[in-house]
């Protein structure tokens, strides 16, 4: 039972262009959200976080999308760098007690230079 | 100065032996974590505990055990391995219940022959 899914495993951009990474979920409870970002090797960093009373949220060139009624969210990147290339991650949790992140399953970005 | 670390960071080891992970953190987070990334790219938790005490134990087989000497540690071991233990495992900790998010370790490669 796959809560949270990205469903497209990965995604090439030229450099300077935006990039949108999708996420959607199946669980109406979630109502906490977050991205992450991974390096080969490395662990997963965290990168921007969207609560379900907001429908958007902006950190630099991060900006996370939440759209409540059709259980999705993206993340858009802009301008895109080259150091943007990695497997980005969204996961979800209920927003209450100790908060059990679902993860999808990952969205390679390419940035093209 | 690594916040989240993990030891070893490669495991390669034979069906039926036991092993451990150790994971240490020097950020002062109360809430650690163990998730598990699968061949599928499935990053599912595993365990949490918070002060020392377990609050999160999915199902897992009771070959896993946790052990959490203090806040600041929390190991993994795993009895009578097998094939499909093999996964790349990932500790994380907190501050509180997650509200902001985990700091991940750079991980273990466990695979089982």
């Known amino acids: 039972d796959q809560q949270v899914k990205q469903n497209s495993p990965s995604l090439s951009v030229q450099e300077g262009r935006i990039s949108i990474l999708n996420c959607d979920y199946t669980n109406s409870m979630f109502d906490y959200f977050l991205w992450y970002k991974k390096y080969p090797a490395e662990g997963p960093t965290f990168l921007i976080s969207?609560?379900?009373?907001?429908d958007k949220n902006e950190d630099g060139r991060f900006t996370v999308f939440l759209n409540k009624s059709a259980k999705h969210l993206s993340l858009h990147i802009v301008p895109s760098q080259p150091g943007d290339s990695a497997v980005y991650f969204c996961a979800a949790s209920v927003a209450s007690g100790t908060y059990k992140y679902i993860f999808g399953t990952g969205t390679r970005l390419k940035v093209l230079a | 100065d690594t916040a989240v670390s993990q030891t070893p960071k490669y495991l390669v080891t034979q069906m039926g032996n036991d092993k451990s992970i150790k994971c240490e953190q020097n950020l002062g987070h109360d809430t650690m974590y163990w998730y598990k990334q699968d061949s599928k790219k499935f990053l599912k938790i595993m365990f949490s505990?918070?002060?020392?005490?377990?609050?999160i134990n999915e199902t897992v087989p009771n070959r896993f055990s946790p052990k959490s000497p203090d806040k600041a540690h929390l190991n993994l071991h795993i009895n009578s391995l097998e094939l499909g233990d093999s996964a790349v495992y990932f500790c994380?900790?907190?501050?509180?219940?997650?509200?902001?998010?985990?700091?991940f370790g750079s991980g273990t490669r466990l695979t089982v022959v």
């Open positions: 994380a900790s907190s501050q509180g219940q997650g509200g902001y998010g985990y700091t």
């Open positions: 969207i609560s379900s009373i907001k």
């Open positions: 505990y918070n002060n020392k005490e377990l609050i």
